[in-house]
C-alpha cells in the first residue's frame, strides 16, 4: 500500500512519477516498488518486504549494498565538507589509479554521470577530428544526450532519425546507426560518408537491449576500420568497466578503443561518470586544448571517496571468478527449468551479467532481441517479485549478481523461477 501511496503522490509532482523513465515500471506493469534500505544483496521496501536485489541499481553496486568501507569513506569525506568545486587531492588519486587499472588510458576526465561522459567523448571525437558523423550500434544506449536519442533511418546510408522529441532532424542525420554485429554495414556506411566520420561508439558487451555479446572478430573489426579511416573507437564501458575484471573489458580482450566511458561501478553508487584515453586526444580538452567541457560537481570529493573505495576493494578482493561462476550457474540453471516448464527461454551470461530472453537462441542483435516475448518477461518478472526476487522491470536489461550474492541466493534464484516458469507457462 505504502508504494502505491508513493507511486500517487509522485505522479502530482514528478513527470510519471519517477526520476528515470524505467522505473515506472511501464514494461511489466503494476505499481513500482519503493525502497528505503539495502544490505548487500538483499533491498527493503517501503512495506518492509525484504527482496534479493538482481538489478544492482543497474550495475555500480558489484559490492552490494551499503558496503561498511564504502559507506565509511563516505562519512568520512562527507563531515570534511562535500563538494569544494576547487581541486583535491582525492580527484588526482583517482585519475591516477584509473589509468593505472586501465593501460592505454593515459588521461581521464570525471563528470557527473555516464551520459555526460558519452557526451564528452562525442565532441572530443568531432573537435579531434574535425569531422561531424558517428556511428552507434540499434539496441545499444550511451545515455541521453543529443546525438543518442537516434533510431536507424529508413537506409543503411541514410542518417538516422531522431527517437526523442526535441531532437532536431539534423542532430539525428549526423548519427548513422547499424545493427549490432554488423561489420558489412559498417563498412557500407565507411564506404559512403568514412572522411566525414569522427567516431564509431559501442558498448563492447551490450546491456540496453538485454545482454547481447559480439561476435569474435567483430570488435577487432571495428579497431581496424575506425584506424585506416582516421575514426576515433569509443567504447562505452559504463556498464561493462569494472564489471568482468578490476579494469575495462576492452582491456580483457586486448583491444585499446581511443576513448573509453566509464560509470556506475567506479562511483560505489554515487554520481560519477569518467572519460579516458590516449594524452594527445584528451588533451583538447580545457583548459589546454580547444574542446569545452566542465561541471560544479566533476571530481566531486564524495563520490570520487566512494569510488575509490570501491575499486580498491575490486583490485584487492577480486570477486570476478565467483561471481562468474555464480552467473554461469543461475543461467544454467532457469534454462534447465524453462526447458522442463516448456518455455522457450534463452539465457545469455557474462560475469555476473544476465538476460532470460523469452525465445530461442541466439541473441546477436536488437532484431534477435525483439522476437522475445516481452508478456512472459512480464509475468515472470512480477511471479519472482511476489517470491522476494527483484529482476531488472524490463525485458531488455540485464541482471546484475553481485559478490554479495551467496550460493544459496542462487539456488534459491533457480528453484523460485522453476515454480514460477510453471505457473506463468500459458494453459492450453
Ligand atoms: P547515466 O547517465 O544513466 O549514468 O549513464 C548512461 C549510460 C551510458 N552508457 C551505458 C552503456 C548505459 O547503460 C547507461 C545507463 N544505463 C541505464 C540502464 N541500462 C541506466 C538506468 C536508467 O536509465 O534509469
Known sequence: MKSKKLF?????????????????????GGTPVYIVSGSGPRIKTAE??????????????????????????????ASKGTSFGINTPREVEMAELLCDLVPGLDMIRLVNSGTEA????????????NRRKIIKFEGCYHGHTDSMLVSAGSGLLTGGISSSAGVSKETAAETFVVPYNDLNAVLEVFKRHGNDIAAVIIEPVAGNMGLVQTVPGFLQGLRDITARNKSLLIF???????????????????????????????GGGMPIGAIGGKADIMRILAPLGSVYQAGTLSGNPVAVAAGLATLKLLKKEKPYPTIAQHGKKLAEGITQAARKAGIKMFCP????????????????SLADAKKADTKTYAAFFHGMLDNGIYLPPSQFEVGFI????????????????GSVLIEIKPKK
Open 8 to 28: 500517487e503522490r509522485a505522479k502530482k509532482v514528478i513527470p510519471g512519477g519517477v526520476n528515470s523513465p524505467v522505473r515506472a515500471f511501464n514494461s511489466v
Open 48 to 77: 518492509g518486504t525484504e527482496l534479493v536485489d538482481y538489478c544492482g541499481s543497474w550495475g555500480p553496486l558489484i559490492l552490494g549494498h551499503a558496503r561498511k568501507e564504502v559507506v565509511e569513506a563516505i562519512q568520512e569525506t
Open 118 to 129: 558519452v557526451m564528452t567523448a562525442l565532441r572530443i571525437a568531432r573537435g579531434f577530428t
Open 236 to 266: 562505452d564501458e559504463v556498464i561493462t568497466g569494472f564489471r568482468l575484471a578490476p579494469t575495462t573489458y576492452g582491456r580483457v580482450i586486448g583491444i585499446t578503443p581511443d576513448l573509453t566511458c566509464l560509470g556506475k561501478i567506479i
Open 402 to 417: 553481485s559478490a554479495t550474492h551467496t550460493d544459496s541466493d542462487i539456488i534459491d534464484f533457480i528453484e523460485k523461477a
Open 349 to 364: 551470461c557474462i560475469g555476473g551479467m544476465f538476460t532470460p530472453f523469452f525465445c530461442d537462441g541466439p541473441v546477436t
